[in-house]
């Protein structure tokens, strides 16, 4: 059972939309899904059309629970056929001051989802735009990260530091822990800079850059103001098309890794 994480450090790549249309599109391919929303923000929760409002538990809650003597709780609220998630609101905001003296804090999400690990067939994690305790949470629970970079030049600024980040994750707390993919986002094949960028993250990355491009695609930004990934409510449009083709990728080469 594959744990992802969607992670970038820099915000506006498309990790959230990442996130939400591959866990989506892996439920439509008949899978049963988990998406943990790890970022203040929400967007994943918002995105799903969960109303913040009216959560009893979120991630917050559960990390929590986490840090006491007995099982930690873990509360998925369901969204559609095969599809749950673990919504977050800015509450979690606050994991660093609350969680931050606590012994192991690095593996508190790890803890949680052993214990719905055999409740799912995957797992996708979307980290905040950062690389703080939350972020390394997600790493140090992840298999693998999908990692998504906008097709500009302030992209590759930054990416050695992840890079770096991954590599000290895999030799203190996380063995197991790979770059499965990284996902070139808002691409515009007539740039002439967007040509350039990909250019250079093949040739630094080789294989593992995603076959699939996630095109500049309008309808991937309007979809979170209907409630519903992309692949739900414009299933028709080139980015919607894109995401399902990382689906069926994820799911030849991820699968079994």
Same mark, same amino acid.
């Given at each position: 059972? *594959?744990?992802?994480?969607?992670?970038?450090?820099?915000?506006?790549?498309?990790?959230?939309?990442?996130? &939400?249309?591959?866990?989506?599109? =892996?439920?439509?391919?008949?899978?049963?899904?988990? !998406?943990?929303? @790890?970022?203040?923000?929400?967007?994943?929760?918002?995105? !799903?059309? %969960?109303?913040?409002?009216?959560?009893?538990?979120? =991630?917050?809650?559960?990390?929590?629970?986490?840090?006491?003597?007995?099982?930690?709780?873990? /509360?998925?609220?369901?969204?559609?056929?095969?599809?749950?998630? %673990?919504?977050?609101?800015?509450?979690?905001?606050?994991?660093?001051?609350?969680f931050g003296n606590v012994v192991g804090r690095e #593996?508190?999400?790890?803890?949680? =989802?052993?214990? &719905?690990?055999?409740?799912?067939?995957?797992?996708?994690?979307?980290?905040?735009?950062?690389?703080?305790?939350?972020?390394?949470? $997600?790493?140090?629970?992840?298999?693998?990260?999908? +990692? *998504? #970079?906008? @097709?500009?030049?302030?992209?590759?600024?930054?990416?050695?530091?992840? #890079?770096?980040?991954? /590599?000290? &994750?895999?030799?203190?707390?996380? *063995?197991?822990?790979?770059?499965?993919?990284?996902?070139?986002?808002?691409?515009?094949?007539?740039?002439?800079?967007?040509?350039?960028v990909a250019q250079e993250v093949r040739e630094f990355?080789?294989?593992? &850059?995603?076959? +699939?491009?996630?095109?500049?695609?309008?309808?991937?930004?309007?979809?979170?103001?209907?409630?519903?990934?992309? %692949?739900?409510?414009?299933?028709?449009?080139?980015?919607?098309?894109?995401?399902?083709?990382? +689906?069926?990728? $994820?799911?030849?080469? @991820?699968?079994?890794?």
């Amino acid at each position: 059972m *594959p744990v992802l994480g969607v992670v970038n450090q820099k915000g506006g790549v498309g990790k959230t939309t990442t996130a &939400v249309n591959l866990a989506a599109g =892996l439920a439509a391919r008949g899978q049963r899904v988990l !998406l943990v929303d @790890c970022d203040p923000q929400g967007n994943a929760t918002t995105g !799903l059309g %969960i109303d913040k409002r009216a959560l009893k538990a979120t =991630l917050f809650e559960a990390l929590a629970s986490a840090t006491e003597e007995g099982t930690p709780t873990l /509360e998925p609220v369901p969204v559609f056929a095969g599809l749950d998630l %673990i919504p977050a609101t800015l509450d979690l905001a606050g994991a660093e001051g609350a969680f931050g003296n606590v012994v192991g804090r690095e #593996m508190l999400l790890d803890d949680l =989802l052993k214990t &719905v690990h055999d409740r799912y067939d995957w797992i996708v994690l979307d980290a905040p735009p950062s690389l703080g305790l939350l972020t390394l949470n $997600v790493l140090a629970a992840s298999d693998a990260v999908l +990692v *998504p #970079m906008q @097709c500009e030049f302030f992209s590759l600024e930054g990416l050695s530091q992840l #890079m770096k980040t991954i /590599e000290a &994750v895999r030799k203190r707390m996380n *063995p197991r822990l790979k770059v499965a993919k990284v996902l070139l986002t808002m691409y515009d094949g007539r740039s002439r800079s967007t040509t350039q960028v990909a250019q250079e993250v093949r040739e630094f990355f080789g294989d593992k &850059v995603s076959e +699939v491009v996630i095109p500049r695609n309008i309808r991937l930004s309007e979809a979170p103001s209907f409630g519903a990934p992309a %692949i739900s409510v414009f299933p028709s449009s080139r980015g919607a098309g894109a995401y399902l083709d990382l +689906v069926d990728e $994820v799911i030849r080469e @991820c699968a079994a890794a």
